[in-house]
């Protein structure tokens, strides 16, 4: 890659960008809230079930100054959730100052499995058992959101409810392939442990995305 393209990058002035697109969160305590999506390339924490394996290799995903995609949020909305791939394997300080400065709140969707940068107004963490949060992320975490495509997810969510602070909201969201199953133990399990909620990939059953 060209060596001033590599600077920008390791700046957080240019991002790889996968996708950007103006539609409502699905998922967790912001659904059906309108935002302007920012799907940022690469991830490497290899959920077998990972909806958006496209993302994995950044190099597949073109950089893009940062101050152009603020430009293209500018055009829709004051909320904005950066998403993946997983962000944080970048740095997120310049585009969400940026962001901030512009007056658009910054959410993120993060597997907390890197350093921690950016300035946001909300962090959902959503743990992987295949790389697991650094200790930070814990700490910023607004709202967990625990996938649950089988029946050990439950313990896992419960431990890594352990490591959140007391304010973070506790969501269980089946997994989609999974969803008929693990909806019905879902909701058995919020019943019976009713200091979770129910996340439902709300945006799939509407068909947008
Ligand atoms: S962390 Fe997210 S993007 Fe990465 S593999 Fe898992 S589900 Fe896919």
Not at 7 to 36: C, D, H, R, S, V
Not at 138 to 157: G, T
Not at 187 to 203: C, E, G, N, R
Request: net charge positive; proline share 5%; with cysteine.
């Amino acid at each position: 890659m060209d060596k001033k393209i590599q600077k920008l990058i390791n700046l957080g002035k240019m991002l790889p960008l996968m996708e950007e697109f103006y539609t409502i969160q699905g998922e967790g305590f912001y659904t059906g809230t309108a935002a302007y999506f920012i799907r940022i390339g690469g991830c490497d924490v290899g959920c077998h079930w990972c909806d958006v394996k496209e993302s994995w290799n950044a190099k597949l995903h073109p950089p893009t100054l940062s101050n152009t995609i603020v430009d293209n949020v500018k055009k829709y909305t004051n909320t904005v959730v950066i998403t993946g791939g997983e962000p944080l394997m970048w740095s997120m300080d310049y585009i969400t100052n940026l962001l901030q400065k512009n007056n658009i709140k910054t959410h993120l969707e993060t597997s907390g499995a890197y350093p921690f940068s950016g300035i946001w107004n909300w962090v959902c963490l959503s743990p992987k058992k295949t790389k697991l949060p650094l200790k930070k992320a814990y700490k910023e975490a607004d709202e967990l959101k625990m996938i649950i495509h089988n029946k050990n997810d439950f313990l896992f969510a419960e431990e890594q409810a352990k490591k959140v602070l007391n304010n973070c909201m506790l969501f269980l969201q089946p997994e989609w392939s999974k969803k008929e199953k693990m909806t019905k133990l879902i909701v058995d399990y919020v019943m019976k442990h009713p200091k979770w909620k129910i996340s439902l990939q709300t945006h799939k059953y509407l068909n947008i995305p």
